[in-house]
T-cell receptor
Framework: DTAVSQTPKYLVTQMGNDKSIKCEQNLGHDTMYWYKQDSKKFLKIMFSYNNKELIINETVPNRFSPKSPDKAHLNLHINSLELGDSAVYFC???????????FGPGTRLTVT | AQTVTQSQPEMSVQEAETVTLSCTYDTSENNYYLFWYKQPPSRQMILVIRQEAYKQQNATENRFSVNFQKAAKSFSLKISDSQLGDTAMYFCAFMIYTGANSKLTFGKGITLSVRP
């Protein structure tokens, strides 16, 4: 039973398009994250949500808009995709009383 | 701001040998957590080991152990009896636990190759 799942796993799209990545966790965790892993494999946090409330927004372009319909889901919508958005996007979740984060399998986004 | 430095971009080790991966960090905080994550070619991020800064004893998980030197701000990972399945990227990560604001700061990673 997958703890943190993401859809789709692969996404190929053209510049200028709008796309969404979905994340779901069945761990009962309160906090969810989006991380971006660039072409050099560097991982950096983008956003975090706690109980549907935005907590961390790390100076990400406003073309990126996270949305949390409930505490088990955190989606990432990207408008007007650019070549530089090509990366692997990871969702993660954590319990409020724990420091350990559980990662999803990642979504490889390729913008052509 | 916290920073995590992994200065070795890649390492290679013979199967069954021992290898140590280096990591240093910079923070003015006293209470924090350190992690090593493994990312195999499948790209799944797997937690290998964690260390609470307030604990003096070094963490150990089977073949994986850390050498945590708080004063030197050093957190190295030792892999004993290396196996082919250990081939992966390894990321050192740091977190200050501040409740909902907690976030992981990663190093640039090191590519480890285990030779048969």
């Amino acid at each position: 039973d997958t703890a943190v799942s993401q859809t789709p796993k692969y996404l190929v799209t053209q510049m200028g398009n709008d796309k969404s990545i979905k994340c779901e966790q069945n761990l009962g965790h309160d906090t969810m994250y989006w991380y971006k892993q660039d072409s050099k494999k560097f991982l950096k946090i983008m956003f975090s949500y706690n109980n549907k409330e935005l907590i961390i927004n790390e100076t990400v372009p406003n073309r990126f808009s996270p949305k949390s319909p409930d505490k088990a889901h955190l989606n990432l919508h990207i408008n007007s995709l650019e070549l530089g958005d090509s990366a692997v996007y990871f969702c993660a979740s954590r319990s409020m009383i724990s420091y350990e984060q559980y990662f999803g399998p990642g979504t490889r986004l390729t913008v052509t | 701001a916290q920073t995590v430095t992994q200065s070795q971009p890649e390492m290679s080790v013979q199967e069954a040998e021992t290898v140590t991966l280096s990591c240093t960090y910079d923070t003015s905080e006293n209470n924090y957590y350190l992690f090593w994550y493994k990312q195999p070619p499948s790209r799944q991020m797997i937690l290998v080991i964690r260390q609470e800064a307030y604990k003096q004893q070094n963490a150990t998980e089977n073949r994986f152990s850390v050498n945590f030197q708080k004063a030197a701000k050093s957190f190295s990972l030792k892999i004993s009896d290396s196996q082919l399945g250990d081939t992966a990227m390894y990321f050192c990560a740091f977190m200050i636990y501040t409740g909902a604001n907690s976030k992981l700061t990663f190093g640039k990673g090191i590519t480890l190759s285990v030779r048969p």
